[in-house]
């Protein structure tokens, strides 16, 4: 429960300052049960954390209260720096362990609609091609989404982070299905992310290459979260 | 208002290349209205007094075979929870399926109702009046039924469901959708009844959204 000192506020790419995102005395019950107890952290601009833990420890519930889609039983989840007009969702991607792709709609129409409905500019185009481009769906775009494979439509789904351009991104075990050379291009795009100034908090079991990041590991004891740490890797 | 056309856009193009729903529920209007005949013998007097009823029933009926989709696909494959982060408020969102649903099932069985009416005997000067009613009534049809797919979103075999909660919101839009159309056989044309029809989708279509944002709040916890 210690708090992470603070970095400087700097100016990035999505706003006049940086942003932090600080937890304080989480709380989160699940079904009736406790799956988050009293757990603070922050994270900064052009940092990723890393939420680690074993199965049942908590790290998707964890990511939906952060994400607003869990009401939080105690404790805060507030935004420093940032959009004061915009929830936290609002400036979040949430990748989730669904994609979120329609299989009849095709790979671009998928991406379009996505940048055209997250994000409200003149700049849908290039956003849409450097989605596309930098998960190597160009080849597929006028594809149907039904008939891609699974690893295929999950470069589809995390396509969304680049389709929007937003300061949170939170990845929900964002390496399932892909691929080493999918994990590479996951694991650039997250770099490019925390270089401008993003933040990214991410469930993940593998070891994905990552810089500047740091490390939240959540433990199971019946289902409770007894104790939580942050290392600085 | 570009999230909310590029989100009315999207629903749009995915119904017409699902295909299968309006499919099935112009299948299963076409069926229940043609059993009626079949049923009631062919007293052509006794058919053409209960045809406006017949359709408005066997209309309810069909339309609420593709309720469930409104929300069920997004909320299987996440789409719905992205929604929910978007720029538009809950509310917009389902303002948004509603309204694609009203024009993807609602519009086109309103239309099919007067071909449907031949084989009930129906008046002559009847048909313009129900092609009216029926534009004007659909709307709270969808609308109200968002309401009850947001409510069922999770419930396992939800359609049974949805049919107990959704039709008796129904009620009214029946009958004065009915009365409407019987109001204007008579001396009288269109009276109060298609009056009170349209103030009713009014109604659903400024207070379902509400309702149905409501309901998925709850369920996407």
Do not use: C
Request: charged content about 15%.
């Amino acid at each position: 429960m210690r708090r992470i000192a603070t970095q400087p506020l700097q100016p990035t790419i999505f706003g006049v300052t940086a942003v932090q995102l600080i937890a304080e005395q989480l709380v989160i019950n699940r079904g009736g049960r406790t799956i988050i107890e009293g757990l603070s952290f922050a994270v900064s601009s052009g940092e990723a954390m890393l939420l680690t833990g074993p199965n049942g420890a908590g790290k998707t519930t964890l990511l939906r209260g952060l994400a607003g889609f869990l009401p939080l039983q105690f404790g805060s989840v507030r935004l420093d720096g940032g959009d004061p007009d915009k929830s936290i969702s609002e400036q979040a991607h949430v990748i989730g362990h669904a994609n979120a792709v329609k299989p009849t709609l095709t790979v671009r129409e998928n991406v379009v609609f996505w940048a055209r409905y997250l994000m409200d500019d003149d700049e849908v185009d290039s956003r849409v091609a450097r989605a596309l481009t930098h998960f190597q769906l160009d080849d597929l775009e006028d594809y149907p989404a039904g008939y891609l494979s699974a690893g295929q439509k999950r470069r589809l789904g995390l396509a969304r982070v680049l389709a929007a351009i937003r300061p949170i991104w939170l990845l929900d075990e964002p390496t399932v299905s892909l691929d080493t050379v999918s994990v590479g291009l996951l694991a650039a795009a997250v770099n490019d992310h925390t270089k401008n100034g993003g933040m990214v908090i991410a469930a993940t079991h593998l070891p994905l290459g990552l810089e500047r990041t740091k490390q939240l590991q959540l433990t199971a004891s019946s289902a409770r979260m007894e104790s939580s740490q942050e290392i600085h890797l | 208002m570009k999230a909310f056309l590029s989100l009315l856009t999207r629903d749009l193009r995915l119904a017409a290349r699902d295909g299968g729903a309006l499919g099935t529920a112009f299948g299963f209007f076409l069926i229940v209205v043609a059993l009626m005949p079949l049923g009631l013998g062919p007293d052509l007097n006794l058919l053409s007094r209960i045809a406006a009823g017949i359709l408005w029933i066997a209309l309810l009926l069909a339309a609420l075979l593709s309720l469930g989709r409104i929300f069920e696909t997004d909320h299987d494959d996440g789409t719905l929870e992205v929604l929910a982060t978007g720029p538009l408020p809950l509310e917009l969102v389902t303002t948004a399926k509603a309204l694609a649903h009203w024009i993807s099932t609602g519009i086109p069985l309103a239309l099919l109702a007067p071909l449907l009416g031949i084989l009930l005997n129906l008046e002559l000067k009847a048909y313009p009046v129900l092609i009216a009613t029926m534009l004007a009534g659909t709307p709270a049809v969808s609308f109200l039924g968002a309401i009850g797919a947001a409510l069922t979103l999770k419930a396992r075999r939800g359609g049974l469901l949805l049919a107990l909660v959704v039709l008796p919101l129904y009620v009214p839009t029946l009958i004065f959708g009915i009365a409407a159309v019987s109001a204007a056989a008579g001396p009288d044309g269109l009276t109060a009844s298609f009056l009170i029809l349209s103030a009713i989708s009014l109604a659903a279509v400024a207070l379902g959204p509400w309702a149905a944002a409501a309901a998925l709040r709850i369920q996407m916890q």
